[in-house]
């Protein structure tokens, strides 16, 4: 019989190298991070924040993730590890001021922060909110500034769950119109092909996952 590989005998060692979305970053990945190191005291984290998409392989990084509809890569192994998707969401502050809205008709009289890279449905045509008859308040390209400035009462603004999860937790936003949802693509664990994926990897791409479906179960419940 052959020996296991190195990888798959001894504890995770080295340095994990990562590239992520900033916002993912900022909101997710600091948590996983510093839950990983203290799990795996031997390896070291080398987190890189970036907006654009890196070449694992050319530029030496061990696991990314990345937020897309689909990855299609033959170089890389994607693993899809959760969907996105994006609520309307706004403060306390502004809902006692405005009034809530019941359903999507109601959402033309109100104020509204855009993101705008998000879903198509409730971005900004031209000058104007699409599908409504009010212009949007505040448009901007920055998922961070743009929860700032609904959980600072600027008006109602769709985005994703992970970024309002823990505002909608403090009391600092409230979901509105429940049944509104937007898928916008899935968060993807990306990793260069290779025959052996060493143990700092996988035990960072497990916790990931752990961590996903810690947070998807409290959502639900």
Known sequence: MCDPPPDDRE???GTLRIPAPVDLGL??????????????????????LTGR????VAEGFDVALRVASRLADSTLIVRRAAPILFHLFASPLYLARRGTPRGEADLAGHDRVVF???PQSLR????????????????????????????????????????????????HL???????????????IVTPA????????????????????VRTTAAAG
């Open 194 to 213: 290779a025959r052996h994926v060493p143990r700092k990897v996988t035990g960072f791409r497990d916790l990931v996952l752990e961590l996903l479906k």
């Open 124 to 171: 900004v045509a031209g000058p104007r909110q699409a599908g409504a008859g009010r212009a949007a308040r505040i448009v901007c390209d920055d998922l961070l500034f743009a929860r700032d400035a609904v959980r600072s009462g600027a008006g109602i603004g769709l985005l994703p769950r992970f970024v309002a999860e823990a505002d909608v937790m403090a009391g």
């Open 11 to 13: 504890a995770p060692a």
């Open 53 to 56: 998409v890196v070449d694992l």
């Open 116 to 118: 705008r890279p998000g």
């Open 174 to 188: 409230v979901r509105v119109v429940p049944r509104f949802e937007r898928p916008a693509g899935y968060l993807h």
């Open 27 to 48: 909101l997710f990945l600091a948590e996983v991070v510093t839950r990983y190191t203290a799990r795996s005291p031997a390896v070291s984290v080398d987190v890189h």
